[in-house]
């Protein structure tokens, strides 16, 4: 059974910086994808961050490059997102996502959200000016 539980939302003025985690059981002795996705209101929902139990170098958009951090630092598919200089345009609900690896990897460089099977329930992220 996949589940997928964030923790680590909240508000922060702009500058600021906030760390989200990501508890993903189920994908255990899987090659996994744990990605960081995002919606704001009236807008799709995005990828921010992926992350490849590989080990091999994660994705991060354009809008948030150089100032978040994805990382995955112990065996138990647990994954957290650095977030600093937040902006005010960073405020969304931010969602984990998880899906199988596939082989070499190859699914993790897919990065629409309808590709992730499993997702959390989300946790907000308010910036404030």
């Known amino acids: 059974q996949d589940e997928l539980v964030e923790s680590g939302g909240g508000s922060v003025q702009a500058g600021g910086s906030l760390r989200l985690s990501c508890a993903a059981s189920?994908?255990?002795?899987?090659?996994?994808?744990i990605g960081w996705f995002r919606q704001a209101p009236g807008k799709e929902r995005e990828a921010v961050a992926i992350?490849?139990?590989?080990?091999?170098?994660?994705y991060y958009s354009d809008s948030v490059q150089g100032r978040f951090t994805v990382s995955r630092p112990f065996a138990n598919n647990t994954v957290y997102l650095d977030m600093n200089n937040l902006q005010t345009e960073d405020t969304a609900m931010y969602y984990c996502?998880?899906?199988?690896?596939?082989?070499?990897?190859?699914?993790?460089?897919?990065?629409?959200?309808?590709?992730?099977?499993?997702w959390g329930q989300g946790t907000q992220v308010t910036v404030a000016s």
């Open positions: 992350s490849n139990s590989n080990g091999d170098t994660p």
């Open positions: 996502a998880a899906k199988g690896a596939g082989p070499y990897g190859l699914y993790c460089s897919l990065v629409e959200a309808q590709s992730f099977g499993s």
């Open positions: 189920g994908y255990t002795g899987i090659k996994n994808c």
